[in-house]
């Protein structure tokens, strides 16, 4: 079968004409250099079936970006029958310098004008013929979008590479007879598309330099002879430089610009987004927004302003019966956000199932119930329990980032994030960190720079993630009930706001000692503002959550299924929990959790976390805690799930809130722990190695190697940080310590970059 690719800028619409081609969803966004994935499919609606290859955006062939390599090398090496080079017609002149690249290759080449749509809105006018006949290739006018043209672009791709095709470059006279000269001895060597490579020989291109060092040389020479005067020295910029006049002097006469207002209605969006003062207010505001909606459970504040509406059972209503508690998902006090209501809703038929499953295992053996209710089920339905904030807050982000929004709030930001060593297109990542780790580590793809996408991977996790919300909310709760201080939205607020300081913190100490390096200039085109496309919606929405819909049904159920063993197994096979009475119902608890397979590894590890506030110096129970944050480690979830499983051993008796808050307040009251202990414990599992899927997405987005430091991070981070709150909480002049310490290492840290001192190694670029 033939093989077509797509090749162009970014945010030419590849991934556009890709989909309206192939008919496949694949990923369509505003964000430069998206596809960094290769997609395939077929377009079958030529005389003979071709597959279409969708290149990652790029703006040369230069080897300077992981897009440039990859799209490079399939040129080069899998030899497309044709390669379609998109090109954005509303910004003919930039977009065309990638073509005069293509050109100089072997390959057949076809040139599609896309988004002529905008460009006849807009009343300029391009010649397509005149184009064609200047550059020597097939030239089609399209609309992606619009489904326009693209047939007829296909049909000449089809004949396109039939034909062979003169490899041909706009390099003028001098260095051009410098390029030929190379030229002809690659091909006498046999090379293929030797053109490109004389021509990147010339430019002393990297990879080429080390593959041709005969020809290099003969560079060399050139440059000695007639260097200095005629030409100067920098080839690279000469020959970019008369790309450039060609383009400005050939092409562009095709381009007959119609009449325009000044501003379009987006230029003057961006005037007041993307304000330099303004800019960020605004976004902070929609941020702010896209929480509420998802989470709060006072959408309009009449709860909060009213000061106590009545709720449902107020007003006298059977909240037994179903239609009640219907109602009671929507509104109860207050009206809930749409994300509230989302899950309200689930939970119940997630409640009825799991009724429905205990009531019809009723006169089944004691274990298996168990197995199946609260191993498999209870821990499934858990993680399913966040699936609806989770969908609604990537819902409201992918509708941000498909009107052209996020990539205004990058740039926006991108003054900020320099400071801190980072680009603005690290915010995106780290944002959709609040919602889930996996689709933000992979969203780091954005991101061109190695160490700066290192460095952003590690500190995702402490972007608080839907999973670790509960462990706050329940902690903050019992902290409230137990000791009767504080509120426990400040303290949930408050330990948000640590994991921020902490990933600010470290990502400041990485960019200056091990992940050094210079922030790549912000190169990203901000897209005209349009109405989002639902299908593209769908699409984006899909591709974020898939990875948690994945980690449901697989990692976690099997873990709880491990811990569910663990627990309520002893060594010897011993099924400890046991059937008593709660509230009228005859549940399973396991009061005997001590004697469990997992009790007796709790205890092991117990002193480990003495220093972080709840290990050896908590009550006898204090085993517990160290179990919660060891499952944790599988998924997140299971910190709480944990809590009420152990609930009912410390307490002596069953206990199972929606909330988790009864169980910490057993948890507290039987083992002693201090309040740092419990912000350390918080902390903690806030900071510390991701769950399992996490780490799986990490390890396979992470360079070779790294992911080993990574974890070794995540474990020092999550123990200095909860040590540093639990020793600070209990003797404040422990501060003191800690900021000597910090003292020094910021002195060493400085020192060191001035190579003022230096530990053995001889330092690059020394003598
Ligand atoms: P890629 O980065 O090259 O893959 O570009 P995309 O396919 O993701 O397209 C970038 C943006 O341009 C998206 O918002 C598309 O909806 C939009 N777009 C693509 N083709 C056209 C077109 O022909 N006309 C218009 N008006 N917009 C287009
Ligand atoms: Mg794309």
Redesign the pocket.
């Known amino acids: 079968m033939k093989k077509f690719a797509l090749a162009?800028?970014?945010?030419?619409?590849?991934?556009?004409?890709f989909n309206v081609l192939t008919g496949s969803a694949a990923h369509?966004?505003?964000w430069?250099g998206?596809?960094v994935d290769r997609k395939e499919g077929v377009y079958k609606k030529l005389s003979e079936p071709v597959t279409v290859v969708?290149l990652p955006?790029i703006y040369s062939l230069s080897p300077y970006t992981p897009e440039e390599v990859v799209s490079r090398n399939f040129i080069l090496d899998e030899k497309p029958d044709c390669i379609i080079n998109?090109v954005d017609a509303t910004n003919l002149e930039r977009n065309l310098y990638l073509t005069t690249q293509l050109i100089e290759t072997d390959v057949p080449v076809a040139v599609a004008l896309?988004?002529?749509?905008?460009t006849e809105k807009r009343g300029d006018r391009i010649d397509a013929a005149y184009l064609e006949s200047k550059l020597g290739l097939p030239v089609v006018e399209?609309?992606?979008?619009?489904g326009k043209g693209i047939h007829e672009l296909m049909k000449r791709a089809l004949a396109a590479s039939k034909e062979k095709r003169q490899a041909r470059t706009v390099c003028g006279s001098g260095v051009g007879e410098l390029i030929e000269n190379i030229r002809g001895s690659l091909e006498a060597k046999g090379v293929s598309s030797p053109l490109f490579h004389a021509v990147k020989i010339a430019e002393n291109d990297e990879i080429d330099v080390g593959a041709y060092k005969d020809e290099a040389k003969t560079v060399g020479q050139f440059k000695k002879e007639f260097s200095d005067d005629v030409f100067g020295d920098d080839f690279e910029a000469l020959i970019a430089d008369s790309r450039y006049k060609y383009i400005s002097g050939e092409l562009s006469p095709a381009l007959k610009r119609g009449k325009r207002e000044k501003f379009t209605p987006s230029d003057k969006a961006d005037k007041v987004l993307t304000h330099k003062i303004f800019g960020i207010p605004v976004f902070l505001a929609i941020l702010f927004a896209v929480f509420h909606l998802t989470f709060s459970e006072d959408l309009f504040y009449i709860s909060a302003m009213a000061k106590g509406l009545p709720s449902l059972d107020e007003l006298g209503l059977d909240t037994g019966n179903p239609g009640v508690r219907l109602l009671a998902c929507l509104y109860d006090g207050a009206v809930f956000s749409p994300g509230v209501m989302l899950t309200n809703l689930l939970s119940l038929v997630l409640d009825g199932i799991s009724g429905a499953a205990g009531g019809w295992l009723s006169s089944s053996p004691l274990w298996l119930s168990g197995f199946i209710v609260d191993g498999v089920l209870g821990g499934l339905f858990a993680v399913m329990g966040f699936l609806p904030q989770i969908l609604t807050l990537f819902l409201f982000f992918s509708v941000l980032e498909?009107t052209?929004y996020m990539a205004r709030v990058a740039f926006i930001l991108d003054r900020i994030f320099r400071r801190f060593g980072l680009s603005g297109r690290a915010f995106m990542p780290m944002i959709m960190g609040f919602g889930c780790s996996l689709p933000a580590m992979i969203n780091t793809r954005t991101l061109s720079d190695e160490r700066e996408r290192t460095a952003t991977v590690r500190v995702i996790p402490f972007f608080s993630c839907g999973a670790k919300l509960p462990i706050l909310t329940a902690v903050a709760g019992g902290i409230v009930s137990v000791f009767g201080v504080g509120n426990a939205d400040v303290i949930t607020y408050g330990m948000y706001l640590m994991g921020i300081c902490t990933a600010i913190a470290t990502v400041l100490i990485m960019r200056n000692t091990t992940m050094k390096g210079k922030v790549p200039p912000f190169i990203m085109e901000l897209?005209a503002y349009?109405v989002p496309?639902f299908g593209?919606l769908m699409v984006h929405l899909w591709d974020k959550t898939k990875h948690f819909v994945k980690k449901a049904f697989t990692v976690i159920l099997a873990s709880t299924i491990i811990i569910w063993f663990l627990s309520s197994f002893s060594w010897n096979w011993q099924f400890l929990p046991e059937e008593i009475e709660y509230g009228g119902e005859t549940v399973l608890a396991n009061l005997r959790m001590n004697e469990s397979i997992l009790g007796s590894i709790g205890m092991l590890i117990q002193p480990l976390f003495t220093p972080i506030g709840f290990g050896s110096q908590l009550a006898s129970a204090g085993w517990v805690f160290a179990v919660a944050a060891l499952t944790g480690l599988v998924a997140k979830e299971n910190v709480i799930a944990t809590f009420g499983a152990l609930a009912a051993f410390v307490a002596g008796s069953y206990i199972a809130t929606e909330d988790g808050v009864a169980e910490t307040v057993a948890m507290i009251s039987a083992t002693g722990i201090t309040i740092p202990g419990l912000i350390a414990f918080i902390a903690f599992n806030m900071t510390t190695v991701p769950c399992f899927a996490a780490c799986a997405t990490a390890k396979a987005e992470l360079p070779e190697g790294k992911f080993r430091w990574t974890l070794l991070f995540w474990l020092c981070t999550s123990y200095t940080v909860s040590c540093m709150i639990y020793l600070i909480g209990s003797w404040w002049w422990t501060s003191f310590i800690f900021a000597a310490v910090a003292a020094a290492a910021i002195v060493l840290t400085v020192l060191w970059n001035k190579r003022i001192i230096s530990f053995g190694k001889k330092r690059v670029g020394e003598q």
Do not use: F
Not at 8 to 17: C, D, H, I, Q, V
Not at 114 to 118: E, G, K, L
């Open positions: 162009g800028n970014p945010n030419s619409g590849k991934t556009t004409l369509v966004g505003n430069s998206v596809t969708d955006g998109i896309n988004m002529t749509d905008v399209i609309s992606a979008l619009k498909d052209g897209p349009h496309r593209s």
